[in-house]
């Protein structure tokens, strides 16, 4: 009987690691959401802590590290699509004068390049976890 036990123990534990093992990203995603909430215990913040708490719940239930990849392309790709549109208003303040407008967008310009060089940073990091190297790489 209790090496039945011993057993079971054994392949649910195996069970449980593979499964979390495939999702690295997840697990790092849960652990900041653990540590913002802590912080959000420790300062009293219960709007924050709920929501926190939404978030851990729904990463439990639905993460995987192939929609993390997803989702953090959908941003790259938007966050390209602003910088694409800061530049063609820049190319047409330039044309109209308006110099103020022109170093006010290229400040945005700046911060939006920044931005997109961390995203990008993220998407590198993600993909460099293990098992990353069965993914296909989206760009």
């Known amino acids: 009987m209790k090496k039945l036990?011993?057993?079971?123990?054994?392949?649910?534990?195996?069970v449980a690691y593979s499964a979390s093992a495939q999702n690295y990203g997840c697990e790092r995603k849960l652990q900041s959401l653990e540590t913002q909430l802590n912080y959000a215990k420790q300062h009293g913040n219960v709007h924050r802590q709920r929501g926190l708490e939404r978030a851990i719940a729904n990463v439990q239930t639905h993460?995987?590290?192939?929609?993390?990849?997803?989702?953090?392309?959908?941003?790259?790709?938007?966050?390209?699509e602003d910088i694409d549109e800061?530049?063609?208003?820049?190319?047409?303040?330039?044309?109209?004068?308006?110099?103020?407008k022109v170093e006010r967008l290229q400040r945005k310009l700046e911060r939006k390049r920044q931005k997109l060089a961390d995203l990008q940073?993220?998407?590198?990091?993600?993909?460099?976890?293990?098992?990353?190297?069965g993914r296909q790489r989206s760009r």
């Open 5 to 14: 036990q011993l057993a079971m123990i054994v392949v649910l534990s195996s």
């Open 63 to 80: 993460c995987s590290d192939a929609y993390l990849l997803r989702d953090l392309q959908e941003d790259i790709d938007d966050q390209q």
């Open 86 to 100: 800061i530049l063609e208003e820049i190319q047409e303040k330039q044309a109209e004068g308006r110099v103020d």
């Open 121 to 133: 940073a993220e998407m590198e990091d993600l993909q460099s976890l293990p098992h990353a190297e």
